[in-house]
């Protein structure tokens, strides 16, 4: 039978999926995928939780409306991050990392 | 009485905040004000003047008046105050009258000046500074205020500054100002020590009070040497700002300042600030011989060589410039011959100091011959060369009668001009005193150098023919600019009158009795001087004398070039040794070498690579994890 | 749900998230991800997260995607070949991701709540009936079905009135940054 260990667990490997993605590609597309993979698997954390936390017979929708904050703030936060993306083209006419390497020291 | 101290306090505040709000006004809203900037300072400048004639009319006597609390640490207290006495309403009178007139004149005279507002806001400035150096009752308060003095001279000489020789003239200003400065201040921190910090000049516990029975007195009776040293420390002061020999080098260059200025400041008011304080601590010079003598002759010194120099200069404020260096020279030798004249024996509060008289009918006749000069230089579209002037009698007849009446009194045209009384009196205490006959000598060959000096410059500038276009085509000056002058010229005849002196209270000197010698002695030299000047310049073209020496101003400037050039360079040097092998090295090297190093290494983290930073974000991460699951629970946290 | 519908979920989830990572071309990656959260809404709505499964299709699966597609396509970005791996990015990320999995793991292992099974966490509608105060959501719990989008509603309404309007600020926010973003550019041309 499923358990709340399966459910954090799938979680977990969605994360550490997107966090080896994050650090490994160079194309700053797909290290953005990589990042709200990341969030959906927090996401996918919360309402295992709030499914498991059952109060006066429901699961805690206080936990959901979490979730729901998480999407709107990472669907606002895809449309800036997109935006940049698009301005860094048109400056450096690339997506790599390597591209944007203003910042050494 | 609290009514009555409130009433005595009344005036003076007054005086000092006008000036002060208005320069606060102008400075803070000139953007807001514009033109009325100029009315602001024109009316406050005048109302100055009103209360100083209601004060000429209250008979206070010599009291220290308290205004505002400034400081108290412990024991220490220094106070705004007045010392309100016969000096402080005539040398008052002085100020405001002759602001109010350059003020007006200034009207006509800066009427295109782009930085007219500026200009009149320094103008307020300095009147803020100037009646808190007459009023000041105590040396504190009078140094605040002589540096206050300072400033609104460096920005009212440097008003042109877009002009190189305007912006040096002024920083040679205030940095000649410097040294004398200096020197005031450790005078003033000498009897600051000697009297248990008190300096007023009056009260209990003051100065005077302390010289005649307190701890003063056993100083000077028993460390002659230290009170000659804070004597001649605070003469310093009166060197700087009075512009005395040696360091007498600021003021002909100040003379690169708009022409009202040098009236007000240069010539009328803040230059004899040095003789008014020293007036103001007469009583000092008294108890200390040999700094009156170093005084006096200091003071001779100046008007000779100064008198010398100004009979080789071109510009026409140039030698007016030099001619007030040197009747400053005089004043000074009278601040010194009187103090030698009163040595040992303690007098009351002079009431007619030959130095004030002289002070006082000076800077009416001066600052009327600098306003004349102006409307001249206004005339002549700022030509100052005297050369290039020539026969403007016939076009500017009221400026010539007015320079014609000044010139008279500067030169002592005897019974009807006030020089002569001024000078008639300091060459009265020369010949007076014991051991001040070499200066009764010098004084004289001063007058003689004053009456060619100033027959040349009125010869070569108002008689003869034109020497150039702009000078055939000048024409009368506005009347705003005429009406100081007469007013001016008015005062310079009646002044030396003994009702009017008297009116003015303070003035006129107290011993009436005229020596023969004396007269016979400086009529002549007047009649030399003047004749000589008119046979030699009279319609000439060129100068028929050229001493270089002379014209080159004793080649002062170029001695000071050279001395702070060679002690400059060394100190420079040993400086610049201690800083390479100190500073450079152990201070600022080794850190730098250790922080470069550390830099270098930590610089390598910095690769500018998005993905070394997210490695080692989640290794952080990761770390942080390790450390609050793993080891703290473990180490029972 | 019978858990091999789950595990085929979760594999869908984890397997089209792998592929997000290895693909080359970028429009396999999107498409992928697409995919991947398609299995996560599945996750949601085996935990009785109706909702949420939905808005998970709606917005990521739905609308980021497509933005994400079009980008992709707007700045023409072609598959990254011949181009070989940072090899130190691949083992450093390869690396951190297994660290961190392993202690997840750890943890979820040893996290006793964990143990709890689904059929052991029941929902009890009658009794959540009897707490409701709103008829409409009474009447739906009584009537045996669980009216999630209604009690999130509710949730969002009443309790976190204050946050959702903060959240309408931040989208608006957004929405005025991406047009500053865009304008600047244009002037730059």
Same mark, same amino acid.
Request: net charge negative; no cysteine; proline share 1%.
């Given at each position: 039978m499923i358990t709340l260990s399966h459910y954090l667990i799938v979680s977990a490997l969605l994360f550490a999926l997107g966090l080896a993605g994050v650090v490994a590609r160079r194309n700053i597309l797909i290290i953005y995928m990589c990042l709200e993979m990341m969030l959906s698997a927090a996401s996918l954390t919360l309402v295992a939780f709030t499914r498991f936390h059952v109060t006066d017979g429901l699961p805690d929708f206080a936990a959901q409306s979490l979730v729901f904050f998480t999407i709107t703030v990472a669907a606002a936060e895809v449309a800036v991050g997109l935006a940049i993306i698009v301005a860094l083209y048109r400056a450096k006419q690339s997506v790599e990392t390597e591209a944007v390497t203003k910042l050494q020291g | 009485m609290p009514a009555q101290e409130t009433s005595h306090a009344?005036?003076?505040t007054l005086l000092l905040l006008l000036p002060f709000f208005t320069a606060l006004a102008i400075l803070l809203g000139h953007r807001l004000l514009k033109g009325a900037a100029v009315m602001l300072s024109l009316f406050s400048a005048a109302a100055c003047f009103l209360i100083s004639m209601m004060m000429l009319g209250s008979n206070t006597t010599g009291d220290v008046v308290p205004l505002l609390p400034f400081i108290e640490i412990g024991k220490f207290r220094f106070a705004i105050d007045a010392l309100i006495d016969q000096q402080c309403r005539g040398m008052m009178f002085i100020v405001t009258s002759i602001g109010l007139l350059v003020h007006v004149f200034s009207l006509g005279y800066m009427k295109q000046d782009a930085g007219k507002v500026r200009f009149f806001g320094a103008l307020s400035l300095f009147m803020f500074s100037m009646t808190g150096i007459v009023l000041a009752?105590?040396?504190?308060?009078?140094f605040v205020f002589w540096e206050l003095v300072g400033l609104s001279s460096y920005l009212l000489i440097g008003h042109w500054f877009e002009k190189a020789s305007a912006a040096d003239a002024s920083k040679k200003a205030f940095l000649t100002n410097r040294i004398g400065d200096f020197g005031f201040m450790i005078g003033i921190l000498m009897l600051f020590a000697a009297n248990?910090?008190?300096?007023?000049?009056?009260?209990?516990?003051?100065?005077?009070?302390?010289?005649?029975?307190?701890?003063?007195?056993?100083?000077?009776?028993?460390?002659?040497?230290?009170?000659?040293?804070?004597?001649l420390c605070l003469f310093m002061g009166a060197v700087g700002k009075s512009a005395q020999f040696p360091l007498h080098v600021w003021l002909p260059d100040a003379m690169e300042g708009p022409t009202p200025v040098s009236a007000l400041i240069h010539a009328a008011t803040m230059v004899a600030a040095g003789v008014y304080m020293l007036v103001r601590v007469a009583f000092l010079i008294e108890a200390a011989p040999v700094a009156a003598q170093t005084i006096a002759w200091i003071g001779g010194i100046t008007a000779l060589m100064a008198a010398l120099m100004a009979t080789q200069q071109n510009d026409i404020k140039r030698v007016l410039a030099y001619s007030t260096l040197s009747q400053l020279g005089y004043m000074v030798m009278a601040v010194g011959l009187v103090a030698m004249q009163h040595a040992g024996a303690h007098h009351e509060a002079v009431p007619g100091h030959p130095g004030m008289f002289h002070l006082y009918t000076h800077a009416f006749f001066k600052a009327m011959l600098f306003l004349g000069a102006g409307a001249v230089i206004y005339s002549c579209h700022h030509e100052q060369d005297m050369w290039k002037m020539g026969g403007l009698m016939k076009h500017m007849p009221v400026t010539f009668i007015t320079f014609a009446i000044g010139t008279a009194s500067l030169m002592g045209v005897p019974f009807i001009t006030s020089g002569f009384w001024s000078k008639e009196a300091i060459l009265g205490v020369a010949f007076e005193v014991k051991g001040g006959s070499p200066l009764f000598w010098i004084g004289?060959?001063?007058?003689?150098?004053?009456?060619?000096?100033?027959?040349?410059l009125f010869v070569v500038a108002f008689l003869g023919k034109p020497r150039t276009e702009s000078a055939h085509h000048a024409t009368e000056a506005p009347v705003v600019m005429l009406l100081p002058l007469l007013v001016l010229a008015g005062l310079t005849l009646i002044s030396a009158v003994p009702g009017f002196a008297r009116l003015l209270e303070a003035m006129t000197p107290h011993h009436a009795e005229e020596h023969m010698t004396v007269m016979i002695a400086s009529i002549l030299a007047l009649v030399i001087g003047a004749g000589g000047g008119f046979y030699l310049y009279k319609g000439k073209d060129k100068d028929p004398l050229n001493i270089r020496l002379f014209a080159n101003k004793f080649y002062w400037d170029e001695i000071y070039a050279v001395l702070v050039k060679v002690f400059q360079d060394t100190l420079a040097w040993i400086v610049a040794g201690l800083d390479r092998l100190l500073v450079d090295g152990i201070f600022s090297r080794l850190p730098a070498f250790l922080a470069g190093r550390i830099g270098s290494a930590a610089r390598s983290l910095q690769g500018g690579h998005l993905q070394a930073y997210t490695f080692l974000l989640g290794l952080g991460a990761v770390l942080v994890i390790y450390l609050v699951v793993f080891v703290l629970p473990a180490a029972g946290h | 749900m019978p858990p091999l519908l789950f595990y085929l979920f979760a594999l869908i989830t984890l397997g089209f998230g792998l592929l997000v990572v290895t693909a080359r071309n970028p429009v396999t990656s999107a498409l992928s991800l697409a995919m991947s959260f398609v299995g996560l809404a599945a996750?949601?709505?085996?935990?009785?997260?109706?909702? &949420?499964?939905?808005?998970? &299709?709606l917005v990521y699966a739905g609308a980021v995607m497509v933005l994400f597609l079009f980008i992709i396509m707007l700045l023409d970005i072609k598959a990254e070949e011949g181009k070989t791996f940072n090899l130190k990015a691949v083992v450093g990320g390869i690396v951190l991701a297994a660290i961190l999995a392993v202690q997840v793991a750890t943890i979820a292992s040893s996290y006793q709540p964990g143990k709890t099974r689904l059929d052991e966490a029941k929902l009890d509608l009658k009794l959540a009936a009897d707490y409701s105060k709103l008829p409409t959501i009474a009447n739906d719990l009584r009537a045996g079905t669980l009216p999630d989008a209604k009690l999130m509603g509710q949730s969002l309404f009443q309790r976190y009135g204050f946050h959702l309007q903060v959240i309408g600020l931040l989208l608006l926010v957004g929405t005025v940054g991406v047009v500053a973003l865009s304008k600047r550019e244009r002037e730059a041309n």
């Open positions: - | 009344t005036l003076p009752g105590n040396l504190v308060m009078m248990h910090g008190n300096v007023s000049l009056a009260g209990a516990d003051g100065l005077r009070e302390a010289l005649t029975s307190g701890t003063l007195h056993d100083i000077a009776q028993t460390q002659g040497t230290y009170m000659t040293m804070a004597v004289v060959a001063t007058t003689m150098l004053t009456a060619f000096y100033m027959t040349r | 996750l949601f709505l085996s935990l009785d997260a109706y909702f &949420i499964g939905i808005i998970q &299709i």
